[in-house]
């Protein structure tokens, strides 16, 4: 019987000559994209381009690419990570793009603007979704991140109605998975007197604190940060709700990890300015629309879309603060409004509807 041959190993010092010399490759090709990406600037800005370099349709259509072309072994969304962070550095050299936030520093809405974006961005708080819009429609920045809707809560009111007084488009998405943990500077749970949080995370953590701290009062915050800030500024016997980056942003210690309900709690936040991206093949529309108050209101609204094999993924009726059982409908179909059968059947939703105002269409989330 032939004796089986074990496999031949790779002494450790060749191997790490090996990786030495990939990470000189790689160094290389990166410095190499990046005096592409300035050639870019130089052409954008020869052809009179100035207010943003940034293109969210170019951005999806490249990160897209990347996954569908990765071979493994790392995973598909590891790759587009490092890809954007690749990618948010090149334009950074380009030209320095500010991004405004809900705030303040160490919120999820921040969180979102570094996955969309990438960390190489400007990021400013603002401490009011109307401050956020505010500061993009007078170009001090330009781009803003506000959330839109969360999995287990629904959708954030403000954002939507301030849809209603807006120019600002939506030019892109981005969801996160919310974790909410318990975090402050105390040991004995006994002690606390106060849970401080947005209102979303203490309903997101409403069976957790009823069984764990039943006694304690729950403190709406503007932000789950704003919460944060405030227990490590003041008495040892408060308590946030609050996301990882918060924890070490105000050298807090987190007590207890996870305390959401629902542990696939995720929170879609969107991308507002003054783009409007061109189609990617794998596109989201939202719209603002009213056909004020008449009877067989969302059959009008769904008819063309299911005439045309639209997929409808999300309605929501709002007031309009303009009538008596007047209300307005913010809607998600699924391709670009200059997409053939989108285009028409938005003709034909206009026809039937008192008011109608594309916000945007704009790439569905990469990761």
């Known amino acids: 019987m032939t004796e089986k041959k074990s496999p031949k190993i790779t002494p450790l010092p060749q191997l790490r000559e090996q990786i030495d010399a990939v990470d000189q490759q790689i160094l290389t090709l990166l410095n190499q994209r990046a005096d592409y990406a300035m050639k870019v600037a130089e052409t954008k800005i020869s052809s009179g381009e100035k207010i943003s370099f940034y293109r969210p349709d170019r951005e999806a259509l490249v ?5 569908r072309l990765n071979p493994g072994p790392l995973k598909g969304d590891t790759v587009v990570s490092f890809f954007r962070e690749i990618m948010s550095a090149c334009l950074a050299l380009e030209k320095p793009l500010e991004v405004a ?19 190489a961005i ?3 708080p603002y401490y009011s979704i109307s401050d956020v819009f505010e500061s993009v429609e007078t170009e ?22 301030r849809f209603l007084a807006s120019s600002l488009k939506i030019c892109g998405e981005v969801e996160i998975k919310v974790h909410q943990n318990l975090m402050g500077k105390i040991d004995d749970y006994s002690t606390i007197t106060e849970v ?10 409403r069976q957790w604190l009823d069984q764990n701290l039943p006694h304690a009062k729950r403190v709406e915050m503007s932000s789950n940060a704003e919460a ?7 008495s040892n016997n408060k308590v946030a709700i609050a996301g990882t980056v918060a924890a070490d942003l105000y050298d807090l210690t987190i007590l207890e990890k996870n305390i959401e309900d629902v542990s696939n709690n995720t929170t879609r936040f969107i991308i507002i300015g003054q783009q409007q991206p061109e189609s990617t093949g794998s596109d989201k529309t939202s719209l603002l629309l009213s056909i004020g108050n008449q009877s067989g209101m969302l059959h009008k609204i769904l008819e063309p879309f299911a005439e045309y094999g639209i997929s409808m993924s999300h309605i929501e009726s709002r007031p309009s603060r303009q009538g008596l059982w007047d209300y307005v409908f913010f809607v998600d179909i699924d391709g670009h409004q200059a997409d053939e059968k989108v285009a028409i059947a938005l003709k034909r939703l206009k026809n039937s509807v008192s008011f109608l105002n594309i916000l945007g269409s704009y790439p569905k989330a990469v990761i």
């Open 63 to 67: 990160l897209r690419r990347i996954r």
């Open 101 to 119: 936030f809900l705030g303040p520093q160490g919120t999820f809405t921040q969180q979102a603007a570094f996955k969309h974006f990438g960390h």
């Open 122 to 124: 400007q990021t400013q």
């Open 140 to 161: 001090h920045c330009q781009f803003g991140v506000v959330p839109v809707e969360n999995s287990t809560e629904g959708v954030i009111a403000h954002t939507l109605d």
């Open 196 to 205: 401080l949080s947005h209102p979303q995370s203490l309903a997101q953590c």
């Open 228 to 234: 944060a800030r405030l227990v490590q500024q003041t």
